[in-house]
């Protein structure tokens, strides 16, 4: 409806017209912090191409160098590792730079790194433009650059706007993944790494032109704000002020369950299906467009899911959510290594639907609960449970190429993490929550 994304402010008092008619109420127009959303929306999906395309390389490089699929996982797991530990320092990086500023440098940095795949010959080079610079470019785009535009620009519709944002990376997915599953497959790995690159650069002209980072450069409050917010001086120290939100959040009990929970969540999504379900499905003589084109359906209904999450999460506690998503996430995981086949089937699709539903279902209400407990530091808190994700997504990454390489298949994976899932599930449940009435920035009243 118009009425929710738009907004009006009080009209200053009405005076006739020379011809003493009324002008009538001011006009209506949508609030321009849907507009900012709608580009960090394209931005996002600019950054996922690259995201799009590890799980299609594995078989083409260890056939072209040799490399094992450990050292090929090494990388992914630089790059997956580095995805999260930039993110807490590119949010205070915002704060000192602006957003538009860390965006566009990132997204250049993606594209560079990409870009010299293509002359790549040792492992070495593959750690360094894979692992290393888009690691680091893509971790400045990472959801702690959706967490401050939706805190900066929204006080209302948090929780949907974090669902749409959050769908953005499945978007990209779903965008890139059959497009360069083709190209590998039709005109070898290197054009796909170039696909991938000029999509990045392609993305930068619309962050520098049309990217604010405040409502107030513009004049406006933030969207359902009652009153206009100044736009705050810049933040020095970005790393300082970094650790120092890690130190007083590790001090507090809820920042390690949310960091542990979605450590999990990180490990049996971006680690091992993103990574491993080609090759896994191409060990069951499945084709790889095949595989590829089920990644893409968990993409189409990741972003269905995620945006039910956002509005969920505006109504219902977050952790309760969580708990229900993690719990089905490692059911459906269980399933998984009997459903691999030569063939797409109805039970497979089936786990694709119910699998892309809860993708990332668990940003929405993860962000909430950062948002509540840790007040004005959250989006540099959520950076830090970020970088938690990531690491889990890294450390599975490269355990998932060592295990193939180990026992030929890997189905050990599929079990370990359906029963991490169920871990995660009962760590959501015993977060506290906090008293109300707290505002600011870390509560020292929660602690461990």
Request: proline letters at 6%.
């Amino acid at each position: 409806m118009l009425s929710d994304v738009t907004q009006t402010t009080k009209p200053p008092a009405r005076t006739a017209s020379p011809s003493g008619a009324d002008p009538g109420p001011r006009r209506t127009r949508i609030h321009r912090a849907w507009f900012v959303a709608a580009v960090t929306f394209v931005t996002i999906i600019g950054a996922a191409a690259f995201r799009s395309l590890p799980g299609l390389l594995i078989d083409p490089l260890h056939e072209e160098f040799h490399w094992s699929r450990g050292t090929i996982g090494l990388a992914v797991s630089v790059n997956l590792a580095l995805y999260g530990l930039t993110a807490p320092f590119a949010a205070a990086l915002m704060d000192r730079f602006g957003i538009r500023k860390v965006v566009a440098v990132a997204l250049v940095v993606i594209s560079l790194g990409s870009g010299l795949t293509v002359w790549m010959d040792s492992a070495w080079q593959l750690l360094l433009c894979w692992g290393l610079l888009v690691g680091l470019g893509s971790g400045s785009m990472a959801l702690a650059f959706a967490a401050t535009v939706t805190n900066r620009w929204f006080t209302a519709r948090r929780g949907l706007v974090t669902g749409i944002l959050t769908a953005a990376s499945a978007s990209g997915q779903l965008i890139f993944l059959p497009v360069l599953s083709w190209v590998v497959k039709e005109h070898d790995w290197r054009p796909a790494a170039v696909t991938v690159a000029l999509a990045a650069l392609a993305v930068v002209p619309f962050v520098w032109l049309l990217l604010r980072d405040h409502p107030a450069d513009v004049g406006l409050k933030p969207y359902g704000a009652d009153a206009f917010v100044p736009k705050p001086p810049p933040v020095d120290g970005a790393a300082r002020r970094t650790l120092k939100v890690l130190r007083d959040a590790a001090r507090t009990g809820p920042f390690w369950l949310l960091a542990g929970s979605f450590a999990i969540c990180g490990a049996s999504t971006n680690g091992l299906v993103q990574t491993h379900f080609v090759p896994a499905a191409h060990d069951a003589h499945m084709p790889v467009q095949a595989a590829a084109s089920l990644l893409a359906v968990i993409g189409v209904f990741d972003v269905v899911g995620t945006i039910a999450s956002g509005w969920f999460t505006d109504r219902f506690d977050a952790r309760r959510l969580l708990a229900v998503y993690y719990a089905l996430r490692g059911v459906s995981l269980l399933f998984l290594p009997i459903l691999l086949a030569p063939a797409v089937h109805p039970p497979m699709l089936l786990f694709i639907v119910f699998y892309g539903l809860d993708w990332v279902a668990t940003v929405p209400p993860t962000l909430a609960l950062c948002r509540e407990q840790y007040g004005e530091d959250s989006a540099i808190v959520f950076g830090w449970v970020l970088a938690s994700h990531q690491i889990g997504a890294a450390l599975v990454a490269f355990l998932g190429g060592v295990a193939r390489d180990t026992f030929g298949s890997y189905d050990v994976m599929w079990y370990a993490s359906g029963a991490l899932c169920a871990a995660a599930a009962l760590m959501a449940l015993v977060i506290r929550r906090r008293e109300p009435g707290g505002s600011g920035s870390l509560p020292a009243s929660v602690s461990a």
